[in-house]
């Protein structure tokens, strides 16, 4: 397969993956905010959405304080913003038209018509008229367009850099979310077993689309369980571990190689990630801190994702002995 052609596959699906995500962060916080409506009034309730980003002073410089309208924008409109909806979906279309000879034609139409709906003018309106319903769709749509990938893509090369695209990126999502929801939860110790407590965790959850899963796995809502169960589940498909399982597993069978031999960086790389990951304890990750371990996975999946560029994608310069007249394949 043509470096291009995996690379663009690859991004479209971390592209569809990362709006997907962003909606229902959103549409989390929508409901949030119906259930504790003192959150309406709170101007900090819409800050860890910018947070989760990293890019807090992109945000300050070119949008100010992170009200609401300000934060729904930068999330959804925003077309200078790299990781708007917007813009990844503006990627993910190009991705995709860029390789319309390799992917099904269903997925390409829908992966058009998710583009057209949410790029509209009108959609501004309606977005501050009916966000649930806006954000919804959003999410569905992106759940569609898996659907219709798994159902007639063949399953070879293409459909794994695609899975590789998809699940960095889900394991990425997942331990940001996580990180910075875990320390704004609880702002007040007098909030500990209230009714805000509770719908706090339980929009943590949602943020993650694992609040049923988890109650059918724990049912009592705690803090441990629920680091335990996003990050270290082997199970449930978006938690981490089970997230850079699913990659590595798409990554051997690109290289042709078992799982767990470690033929070249990448491989390397990967095995570092899936071996920290099978092998720690939740008790062990909570009492030398959370966010050092998340911050930790996150530097390891961002050099995972370089290695797959640099092995996958990169223009290689051409080796001494390739002299001019020589053949190359």
């Given at each position: 397969m043509l470096s291009r052609v995996a690379n663009s596959i690859f991004w479209m699906s971390r592209y569809l993956e990362r709006a997907e995500n962003i909606a229902r962060l959103i549409e989390t916080q929508l409901h949030m905010a119906l259930?504790?409506?003192?959150?309406?009034?709170?101007?900090?309730?819409?800050?860890?959405?910018?947070?989760?980003?990293?890019?807090?002073?992109?945000?300050?410089k070119n949008l100010g304080a992170p009200t609401k309208e300000n934060v729904i924008f930068f999330h959804t409109f925003d077309h200078a913003y790299p990781h708007s909806i917007r813009s990844c979906l503006t990627a993910a279309r190009e991705n995709a038209r860029s390789v319309r000879e390799v992917i099904p034609s269903e997925l390409w139409e829908m992966i058009n018509r998710l583009y057209l709906e949410v790029t509209g003018m009108s959609n501004r309106v309606l977005v501050f008229n009916n966000p649930h319903k806006f954000y919804s769709k959003i999410k569905m749509d992106c759940h569609l367009i898996t659907g219709i990938a798994y159902s007639t893509m063949a399953h070879g090369e293409a459909w794994h850099f695609s899975q590789l695209g998809r699940f960095l990126e889900r394991a990425d999502k997942t331990s940001r979310i996580l990180d910075v929801k875990f320390f704004v939860?609880?702002?007040?110790?007098?909030?500990?077993?209230?009714?805000?407590?509770?719908?706090?965790?339980?929009?943590?959850?949602?943020?993650?689309s694992s609040l049923e899963m988890y109650r059918k796995r724990f049912n009592l809502i705690s803090a441990k369980n629920i680091a335990d169960f996003l990050i270290f589940d082997r199970e449930f498909p978006r938690s981490?571990?089970?997230?850079?399982?699913?990659?590595?597993?798409?990554?051997?069978?690109?290289?042709?190689?078992?799982?767990?031999?470690?033929?070249?960086?990448?491989?390397?790389k990967f095995g570092r990630l899936t071996g920290k990951l099978n092998y720690s304890h939740i008790d062990d990750v909570m009492a030398n801190g959370l966010h050092e371990y998340l911050d930790g996975i996150q530097s390891?999946?961002?050099?995972?994702?370089?290695?797959?560029?640099?092995?996958?994608?990169?223009?290689?310069?051409?080796?001494?002995?390739?002299?001019?007249?020589?053949q190359m394949q």
């Open positions: 259930d504790l409506p003192s959150l309406r009034e709170d101007p900090s309730a819409w800050k860890p959405l910018v947070d989760i980003t990293g890019d807090e002073e992109y945000f300050a939860i609880l702002p007040r110790i007098d909030y500990v077993g209230s009714s805000m407590d509770s719908v706090q965790w339980a929009a943590l959850l949602k943020s993650t981490v571990l089970y997230c850079v399982n699913r990659a590595e597993q798409a990554f051997a069978k690109i290289h042709g190689t078992p799982s767990g031999v470690y033929t070249s960086d990448l491989a390397r390891n999946l961002n050099a995972v994702g370089e290695a797959i560029h640099d092995e996958f994608f990169a223009i290689k310069p051409m080796s001494a002995s390739h002299l001019p007249g020589e």
